[in-house]
């Protein structure tokens, strides 16, 4: 598998990691089992990687606190006191457990983390050693120091390359689990696999799972979540981008891909090794000749700003012929933000000053010589229409959305099919139906007799919000599925006194715009 090291990682023997599997559940060692051990405030320290209120609230030695300190503490465990809760010879055996010292102590090769489904199953992710995302002192700061004391090592807790550690569970990846479509379908792609969380959703409404990385430990590190979660092995296979997929097409491709623009490579996991944002846009520009029809490709992204550019045309100009998209920028960070952001990261703030000056600058040489002045971050999702007029939309939303919203995602481009296939006199015949939980709000001063403006407002998906004038009011409120967005104008017109034929002529457009934003959804034409 290439020359980058796999050892310390455990092996999968199906029996004995089915023994471990029961354990870890009879000890209800579950995302459930940690909060009611720990409470909500040291779970949620636990997993931004600060441990000392775990610490604190495991000194018994129960089952659950045992595992714990095993597997998310990472500190040694009695040999003995771990028997009583683990089939220890296994774990020996298989390597998730290896002796600490000559006191008969033993400890956890990977940080084994609880996950909850989202069916409410019990999974576990696995990673390196002192790799849990959100730590203040950056992956690094689980290193030493060579003997100056002036300069991190290049090897993490386990003695692996930092360069080639593999995380656990973060924010970007159950942002883009929840963000994925999903349903039944045959061929997934996980595309970066990591620790294998997308590959681990993916196993339970796909035929087959493909998963790649460029670093062989992801690849074992995701084998084994898989197989510790009781999914299907997935089809693992070493290499960049889509090298190793070369020829084949997917229902579904997921990637969470190494997007930090850097300059160099450093990291694995978060470094892609190309200038600027060239690895997403590769990404997404490939995506189409691996994507069989009417098949989806989401990902994570950051993207450049550049001067004297609009970041919406830029990364709209990277989706490929016959592919729909939906962009959503959800962050921007200038560019000295974004620096210390992933100089932290790598907890060079911890080390040599001058060496952390270094870095800095030559993180806004690099943005200088790119004329950015910010980055941005979000969500793409291709999926491959065919059609001849693509609808390919890119936007700002930085305010909050309902989770999961991969149903909120499918339906965004089965309403670009309706809109794209309906002129406007068939939008006149279309009945239509406001969305679920939507509100309307007006907006003035105290006392008027009319509002300053009308607001819609979805409590739902996206929670998005729109301005409509009175006419656009009325509509909405009107639409209950029985009669036709033309009759309903016409009744608005003679309310408000004005020419019906004016009022269909300049009103689709508005409509377009509602059902666009999902606000209101049709149901189907008049009298059907």
């Known amino acids: 598998m290439g020359t980058v090291s796999t050892h310390h990682l455990p092996t999968v023997h199906p029996q004995r990691i089915e023994r471990l599997r029961g354990a870890l559940l009879s000890a209800d060692f579950t995302a459930d089992g940690l909060l009611d051990l720990l409470g909500a405030p040291a779970y949620a320290a636990l997993g931004r990687s600060e441990t000392v209120p ?8 129960g089952a659950l606190e045992t595992l714990v300190r095993l597997f998310l503490l990472q500190r040694p465990v009695a040999a003995e006191r771990a028997a009583a809760v683990l089939p220890v010879d296994d774990c020996l055996t298989d390597g ?172 694995t996991y978060r470094d892609g090794g190309m200038g600027g944002d060239d690895l997403c846009r590769t990404l997404v520009e490939g995506a189409a000749e691996h994507l069989t029809d009417g098949g989806y490709c989401q990902l994570l992204a950051n993207w450049q700003h550049v001067a004297g550019q609009d970041w919406r045309d830029r990364v709209a100009g990277w989706v490929p012929q016959g592919c729909d998209a939906w962009i959503i920028q959800r962050e921007v960070q200038d560019v000295t933000q974004y620096a210390e952001l992933w100089l932290r990261d790598g907890g060079d703030h911890q080390g040599d000053p001058q060496a952390y000056a270094e870095r800095y600058d030559a993180w806004l040489d690099e943005f200088a010589a790119r004329k950015t002045t910010a980055v941005g971050f979000g969500w793409i999702t291709l999926r491959k229409s065919g059609a001849d007029r693509p609808s390919v939309i890119a936007e700002e939303w930085p305010h909050p959305v309902e989770q999961p919203l991969g149903g909120a995602v499918r339906a965004h481009f089965q309403r670009q099919d309706f809109l794209r296939a309906t002129d406007d006199a068939g939008l006149l015949a279309t009945r239509f139906r406001l969305a679920p939980e939507v509100v309307q709000e007006q907006v003035g001063l105290p006392g008027a007799e009319d509002p300053e403006h009308v607001v819609l407002r979805q409590n739902r998906g996206v929670r998005r919000a729109t301005k409509v004038d009175t006419v656009g009011a009325g509509f909405a409120g009107v639409c209950d599925g029985s009669l036709s967005a033309g009759r309903i104008l016409d009744a608005i017109a003679q309310l408000l006194g004005e020419d019906p034929v004016q009022l269909r002529d300049r009103t689709p457009e508005a409509i377009r715009l509602l059902v666009e934003q999902g606000f209101l959804e049709p149901v189907g034409e008049a009298g059907a």
Request: hydrophobic share 40%; charged share 15%.
């Open 54 to 61: 775990a610490l604190r609230a495991t000194g018994g030695d």
């Open 96 to 267: 998730w457990l290896v002796r600490a010292g000559s006191g008969g102590a033993v400890r956890a090769s990977v940080d084994v983390r609880p996950y909850g489904g989202p069916d409410g199953e019990d999974w576990w992710i696995v990673s390196d050693l002192g790799c849990a995302v959100g730590g203040a002192g950056g992956i690094a700061a689980h290193s030493g120091a060579h003997a100056g004391g002036t300069e991190a090592v290049d090897t993490g807790q386990g003695g692996v390359p930092r360069s080639e550690l593999v995380l656990g569970v973060g924010g970007a990846s159950t942002t883009l689990a929840g963000i994925t479509v999903r349903g039944p379908v045959g061929r997934v792609l996980d595309l970066g696999t990591g620790s294998g969380i997308q590959a681990l959703h993916a196993a339970q409404h796909a035929t087959s799972v493909t998963v790649t990385d460029r670093n062989p430990r992801a690849l074992q590190c995701a084998l084994l979540t898989l197989a510790l979660s009781g999914a299907a092995a997935p089809d693992a296979r070493e290499g960049s981008l889509f090298e190793p997929v070369r020829g084949e097409a997917y229902d579904l491709i997921v990637s969470n891909p190494p997007f930090v623009i850097s300059p160099g490579a450093r990291f």
